[in-house]
């Protein structure tokens, strides 16, 4: 699976982004799903992930109420819709798949492929 991640740039603190992460190949749509982020000095970190179907959801407290993922397996792409945004949230975006198809994991170490990253940059 190769992952291209796209959307990110400069909002004010408040406002809406929606990233997005087009894949390649025929299999996307039994591969659990996930975003992270990387702010400077941090390690990545969960933000949201989503079951091979979609019907499963998970997110990180940091962001639970605010963003949304969501992913069209017809289309091969990954959504993130960020809204409420805060200076906290600003990081490298990175969509990811985990390495295994049809299991389930918020864990870094359980994605095997990996996005090019996309900045969001929150200004306060």
């Known amino acids: 699976v190769q992952l291209q991640a796209s959307g990110g740039g400069l909002v004010q603190a408040g406002g809406s982004l929606r990233l997005s992460c087009a894949a390649s190949?025929?299999?996307?749509?039994?591969?659990?799903m996930g975003w992270f982020r990387q702010a400077p000095g941090k390690e990545h970190g969960f933000v949201t992930g989503?079951?091979?179907?979609?019907?499963?959801?998970y997110y990180a407290d940091s962001v639970k109420g605010r963003f949304i993922i969501s992913r069209d397996n017809a289309e091969n792409t990954l959504y993130l819709q960020m809204n409420g945004l805060k200076p906290e949230d600003t990081a490298v975006y990175y969509c990811?798949?985990?390495?295994?198809?049809?299991?389930?994991?918020?864990?870094?170490?359980?994605?095997?492929?990996w996005g090019q990253g996309t900045q969001v940059t929150v200004s306060s």
């Open positions: 990811a798949a985990a390495a295994v198809p049809y299991t389930w994991s918020v864990v870094k170490e359980n994605y095997a492929y």
């Open positions: 190949g025929r299999t996307f749509s039994t591969y659990t």
């Open positions: 989503i079951e091979w179907s979609g019907s499963s959801t």
